[in-house]
């Protein structure tokens, strides 16, 4: 096992589950020691428990990333415990209502939008004092082939525009911080094999609102099968690690060229 982040501490926002679970062991295999981010704390600890399983070091922080009080906190109890950050993932979101836009209410869209855009803004912002302690580092967003690609889940306004909005953000940031070897990357996953359709709520007419393409074909690489989160995983780890050094304000699509068609 290629253990290249080991002496490294990584910050994980939205990891008791799916794609945050996935990067989270990933990192952990590779030698960093994780900080496991989310709202609940009991859902935290199975990917804690797996992490220490196999010999890695892992601990949980209750976090809600759209509280900008909780995100200080949960660094300082990071950096209190491992005295460092090296390397942040800011994947903690929801996919929220999904309706037709003149029946979505406004707290609806706002939830939406703290969650997923405004969470990760606060978690870059409070991300730069420790990088910068550290001389640099890796933050790598998650948002979406949703709202940058495609556009073709009708009544995810609010999903969507958060997505977007995430992509701006980090090529905005980007070279700001790139000054103080931070370097700020996104990753936008097509279709992938998590729970975050949990979090959806469907308002109206789902046929309506929802017009998959046939899934036989809506994935080429795989003839349709959705992605691991392993496999996404394996991407945060190299954006994580120095062989992608000369790599920032950049947004790479793992789809399995799903948005192409």
């Known amino acids: ?54 010999g890695g070091e892992a601990y949980a922080i209750r976090c809600d990333v759209g509280i900008e009080s909780d995100v200080q906190e949960a660094y300082a109890e990071a950096e209190s415990r491992w005295d460092r950050v090296d390397i942040v993932v800011a994947n903690a979101g929801i996919n929220g209502v999904w309706a037709k836009l003149d029946e979505l209410d406004l707290d609806e869209w706002n939830a939406t939008i703290q969650a997923n855009l405004t969470g990760t803004f606060l978690t870059v912002k409070h991300a730069v004092r420790p990088l910068r302690k550290v001389g640099g580092g890796s933050v790598i967003i ?31 940031v980007a070279p700001e911080l790139a000054l103080e070897k931070i370097r700020v990357n996104v990753i936008c996953p097509g279709s992938v094999k998590t729970s975050i359709g949990e979090s959806t709520h469907v308002k109206g007419d789902l046929e309506v609102l929802y017009h998959p393409n046939d899934p036989k074909t ?29 790599i920032a304000g950049t947004e790479i699509y793992i789809d399995g060229a799903e948005s192409l068609i």
């Not at 990192?27 to 609940?40: D, M, Q, Y």
């Not at 995983?233 to 000369?246: C, I, P």
């Open 142 to 172: 998650v948002s979406s082939i949703n709202g940058n690609r495609c556009f073709n889940l009708r009544g995810t306004t609010a999903y969507s525009t958060s997505k977007a909005g995430q992509v701006a953000f980090a090529k905005i």
């Open 218 to 246: 809506r994935v080429p690489v795989t003839q349709g099968a959705a992605a691991s989160t392993s496999q996404v995983g394996d991407l945060v780890q190299f954006l994580a690690s120095d062989r992608s050094s000369h």
């Open 1 to 54: 096992m290629n253990r290249e982040l080991t002496g490294k501490v990584a910050f994980v926002t939205g990891a008791g589950s799916g794609i945050g679970q996935g990067a989270a062991l990933r990192l952990a295999e590779a030698g960093a020691k994780v900080a496991i981010l989310g709202r609940r704390p009991e859902r935290l600890e199975p990917t804690v428990a797996e992490i220490e399983k196999k």
